[in-house]
T-cell receptor
């Protein structure tokens, strides 16, 4: 089982739609959770951090369910500029050398169409 | 400068060349990372450094040689690469443990010919 699993998509939605991405993680010791956005041929950029049950920032809402080890990202009123790959990312507090690092999902591709 | 800076942005090298990628962070972080991302593939962790000590080598071939002289600078020395090593190489930094996430550099797009 992968440490972080996401549906790779692609998700093709019209402008104005609401779209939700789901992610599951395997390490119950994970303490922090993130959604990163990556545009084609660019570096990933932090979109949202989640440290408790959820976080909201404008049109974006992230939710965390620790019992089910599940994270979601909701995008409301989709814009053309939201087209990108969304990476679910989980902190692994105990790496192979007892140091923390981030574990990245493979990403979910979103294409918003006019 | 602020954030994480990577140079060069683009690099084309022959299989017999030796080149180096440079990463510098101005965030006061104490952990730095090298990642490889091949076309349309997920990020692959290569190396982790904490307080300039290497703490993880993710079975990377010896033709990739990292160097971390201090907590702010990270290098990736390249020699006798193969065409399949062509990829986007990303540097990231964080506080130790990465609890608050990473900050990535813009990456070096490497083409091996």
């Amino acid at each position: 089982r992968k440490e972080v699993e996401q549906d790779p998509g692609p998700f093709n939605v019209p402008e104005g739609a609401t779209v939700a991405f789901n992610c599951t993680y395997s390490n119950s010791a994970s303490q922090s959770f993130f959604w990163y956005r990556q545009d084609c041929r660019k570096e990933p950029k932090l979109l949202m951090s989640v440290y408790s049950s959820g976080n909201e920032d404008g049109r974006f809402t992230a939710q965390l369910n620790r019992a089910s080890q599940y994270i979601s990202l909701l995008i409301r009123d989709s814009k053309l500029s939201d087209s990108a790959t969304y990476l679910c990312v989980v902190n692994n507090p105990r790496g192979s050398s007892n140091t923390g690092k981030l574990i990245f999902g493979q990403g979910t591709t979103l294409q918003v169409k006019p | 400068e602020t954030g994480v800076t990577q140079t060069p942005r683009h690099l084309v090298m022959g299989m017999t060349n030796k080149k180096s990628l440079k990463c510098e962070q101005h965030l006061g972080h104490n952990a730095m990372y090298w990642y490889k991302q091949s076309a349309k593939k997920p990020l692959e962790l290569m190396f982790v450094y904490n307080f300039k000590e290497q703490t993880e080598n993710n079975s990377v071939p010896s033709r990739f040689s990292p160097e971390c002289p201090n907590s702010s600078h990270l290098f990736l020395h390249l020699h006798t690469l193969q065409p399949e090593d062509s990829a986007l190489y990303l540097c990231a930094s964080s506080q130790q443990g990465a609890f608050y996430g990473y900050t990535f550099g813009s990456g070096t797009r490497l083409t091996v010919v």
